[in-house]
C-alpha cells in the first residue's frame, strides 16, 4: 500500500509509530550518555542559598490560597550586613521578625508571605523585591536606627505547662494503681455487705 492510500486516520498511526520509534531510538542511545554529566548531591548551605520559599499548590484545583508564597531567613545568613546593619534589619522588619520561628525551626528568622497577587510568581518577585529594600536600607549608613530599640512585643512566648506526675495512668505510683485500689476496697465492702445481708434482694422481696 502506498502513502498516497493511506486515509487520514492511516497517516495519523504512521506519524504516532514514528514518534514512538524515535523515542525508543533516544533511550537506548542518548539516555545512556547523560551519566557522564551526572553530579554527587550536596545539600545546599544557607549562606549560599539564604532564602527558604514555601509554596501551596491543589493538584488539578485551583484554589485561592495557592497563589500565596511564603519565604523565610536567617538574619545572620543575609551577605554583606555586619552587625549594626543586621540589628536594622530586625528594626526595619518589625511585626515579620521572630526570635524563633516553628515551622523552620530556626532562630533570629524573618518570615513574610504575599497573596495579594493572581499568581504565585507575581508574589514571589513582590517578596524578592521587598527583601531587596530591606537589605538596601539596611546599608544605608544615614540612620543607623540605633536610638530605636529592637521591638519584640508582638512576641509572646507560650506558656508550656507541665502534666502532672499524679495524673499519670502508667507507673508504680500512677493513676492506674491508684485507681484499682479504690476497685479493690469497692469489692471487699461489697463482700461484706452480702456476708452480713445487708444487700436487699430483689427476687426475695418478690417472693
Request: glycine letters at 4%.
Amino acid at each position: 500500500v502506498s502513502a498516497s492510500e493511506l486515509s487520514s486516520t492511516g497517516h495519523a498511526e504512521l506519524e504516532q509509530h514514528r514518534e514512538l520509534r524515535e523515542m525508543v531510538r533516544l533511550a537506548a542511545w542518548e539516555m545512556p550518555l547523560l551519566s557522564t554529566l551526572s553530579k554527587p548531591f550536596e545539600k545546599p548551605s544557607h549562606k549560599r542559598l539564604p532564602l527558604r520559599w514555601r509554596y501551596t499548590t491543589y493538584f488539578g484545583d485551583s484554589h485561592p490560597a495557592s497563589r500565596k508564597v511564603v519565604v523565610t531567613f536567617r538574619v545572620k545568613d543575609i551577605p554583606g550586613l555586619d552587625d549594626a546593619q543586621r540589628e536594622k534589619l530586625r528594626k526595619l522588619a518589625g511585626t515579620r521578625y521572630r526570635l524563633h520561628d516553628k515551622a523552620s525551626k530556626w532562630d533570629d528568622v524573618v518570615r513574610m508571605s504575599c497573596e495579594s497577587f493572581e499568581t504565585q510568581a507575581q508574589n514571589k518577585r513582590f517578596l524578592g523585591d521587598t527583601i531587596s529594600t530591606l537589605i538596601t536600607e539596611s546599608k544605608d549608613s544615614t540612620d543607623t536606627f540605633e536610638d530605636v530599640p529592637l521591638d519584640l512585643r508582638h512576641v509572646k512566648k507560650k506558656q508550656s505547662f507541665r502534666f502532672p506526675e499524679e495524673w499519670k495512668i502508667t507507673g508504680e505510683n500512677g493513676r492506674r494503681s491508684e485507681l484499682e485500689e479504690m476497685r479493690r476496697e469497692l469489692l471487699l465492702e461489697e463482700g461484706k455487705r452480702v456476708e452480713e445481708n445487708k444487700v436487699v434482694s430483689g427476687a426475695a422481696a418478690i417472693e
